[in-house]
């Protein structure tokens, strides 16, 4: 950290140290979320998700592939992140970075060690084709937790999915005009936690990224299951920290599920 | 584990677990190269992990996957905490982790190589840092699985630590754990880290011991 940095380190952790924190929530707080689905009529599914002034989307396409030779009746996941310049005057235009890729590997993780899409279901033909969900991602808006507002947005978006009917007459199929919903059993969360100096802070804003000294997201199911987990900076955690952060996540998975079923609002 | 087997770096060590196999060279601190980069208070950390395209079952293309830019970047912040970068400002320090072959478990053993590379190349630390990954096969917690434990296991928890300050650096979990599993984990992580740091401190003593023989 730079010693710009380190001054605004040392304010919000004065202002942690009375039970606050700089915009005014508690410390186990999340700010207000809010989600909209089917907003993109030409993405078979999409979300707009907003954590306070952190905007999201995701829009999925479904494509007909070959499966993956050692699961040749399974469908595909594939999520991809994109940081628009539109976020942030640190963005870039170009190739996702290495901040990029590791926040959509986040969410991909989370959704697919979850076995949340009975990929079983994504089948056409054995062997030969199934769907591939193509998951794209995009940050508009970066105030802090991109990575929580991709995986609910991700989520949102699989949830208003609709995958069409086929009919399929021995290696050849037919799309019909008819469609059901991508076959969902469970809905992973992801949560992220920071620490700063030693508190921990869950759902933080850009103001208090930067003065983190690490982050931790924990991709949890209703059960108390992780499907996920990542440690994300160059801090240092110890056992006791990560008690407490899996126990924040799960209650805040919670709450963010129960949005997610809701619909939005 | 073996310190020293290479002669034109700063710093090198050699790691085999298993059927994993993978060198790591360091180089630096030197100066800053383009100079933008440079930090005004303390030395830039750059890693690189890289599977050679030999490495895998199937030929891996040489370009960096996006598997492995993540892995990158975690590495880099499992060994940064460990290094007191800010005795070296406006430097790099390049850390090159090379898989040569790959039975699962290639993070870690990057990171408890990499570490033993930065103590040869004489840069100060708090502590080396060691990995191994918890993983949960047929319902067991079992530490450091090969690639078909892997393929068939239901969970990888890479875990890197600083032993002696018992400090996690790195914290990645794939695949479902509960809580309980989660806790039992580290410890069971704690322990195999403990041995593997036992293996790197008698690398580094009989590196140090043949170069004063020399």
């Known amino acids: 950290m730079d010693s710009v940095t380190l001054l605004r380190q040392k304010d919000i952790i004065s202002v942690l140290s009375t039970g606050t924190r700089v915009d005014g929530r508690k410390l186990d707080q999340y700010r207000k979320a809010n989600i909209r689905v089917g907003v993109y009529e030409k993405a078979d599914g999409s979300a707009i998700v907003s954590l306070g002034n952190t905007v999201v989307v995701a829009g999925i396409k479904l494509e007909t592939g070959e499966p993956f030779p050692d699961t040749p009746n399974e469908g595909v996941l594939a999520v991809n992140l994109e940081l628009l310049p539109h976020a942030s005057p640190s963005f870039e235009p170009g190739p996702p970075d290495e901040n990029a890729i590791e926040m959509a590997r986040i969410v991909d993780r989370g959704i697919r060690e979850s076995k949340s899409i009975k990929s079983s279901e994504l089948c056409i033909v054995p062997g030969k084709k199934v769907w591939i969900v193509y998951v794209d991602i995009s940050a508009m808006d970066h105030d802090g937790n991109i990575v929580d507002a991709a995986g609910l947005a991700a989520m949102a978006a699989l949830l208003s999915c609709k995958i069409p009917d086929v009919r399929v007459e021995g290696e050849e199929f037919l799309r019909l005009d008819t469609k059901k919903p991508i076959p969902l059993v469970e809905k992973p969360v992801p949560v992220t936690v920071a620490k700063i100096g030693d508190y921990l802070v869950v759902d933080p804003t850009l103001a208090e990224e930067e003065v983190s000294d690490v982050k931790v997201t924990v991709t949890t199911l209703e059960s108390g299951v992780v499907s996920s987990i990542q440690k994300s900076g160059s801090g240092t955690l110890t056992e006791d920290d990560v008690r407490k952060i899996y126990d924040l996540a799960l209650e805040k998975g919670r709450e963010l599920r129960s949005l997610l079923s809701a619909g939005g609002e | ?214």
Not at chain 2, 90 to 113: H, M, N, P, W
Not at chain 2, 179 to 204: C, D, H, N, S, W
Request: hydrophobic letters at 40%; proline letters at 5%.
């Open chain 2, 1 to 214: 584990m073996e310190v020293g087997i290479l002669k034109n770096c700063s710093g090198s060590a050699y790691i085999e677990q298993g059927k994993t196999k993978i060198i790591v060279a360091v180089h630096g601190p030197r100066e800053a190269h383009p100079k933008h980069l440079a930090l005004p208070d303390r030395a830039l950390l750059r890693t690189r992990y890289h599977m050679a395209p030999f490495s895998t079952g199937e030929r891996k293309s040489p370009a960096p996957t996006r598997r492995e830019i993540e892995l990158t970047k975690v590495i880099r912040e499992a060994l940064e905490p460990s290094l007191l970068l800010e005795e070296f400002p406006k430097t790099t320090i390049d850390v090159f982790i090379e898989v040569l072959q790959a039975d699962a478990g290639t993070r870690s053993a990057g990171v408890t190589a990499a570490s033993l590379a930065l103590a040869e190349a004489g840069i100060p630390m708090r502590d080396l840092v060691a990995a191994i990954a918890v993983g949960k096969i047929g319902g067991q917690l079992v530490l450091d699985l090969n690639e078909e434990e892997d393929e068939h296991g239901q969970a990888d928890m890479p875990v890197a630590m600083m032993p002696n300050l018992n400090r996690i650096t790195l914290l990645q979990l794939n695949g479902r754990l509960t809580k309980e599993e989660i806790v039992t984990g580290l410890t069971l992580a704690q322990k195999g880290i403990g041995k593997l740091y036992e293996l790197q401190r008698q690398a580094l003593k009989s590196v140090v011991e043949k170069n004063i023989g020399e």
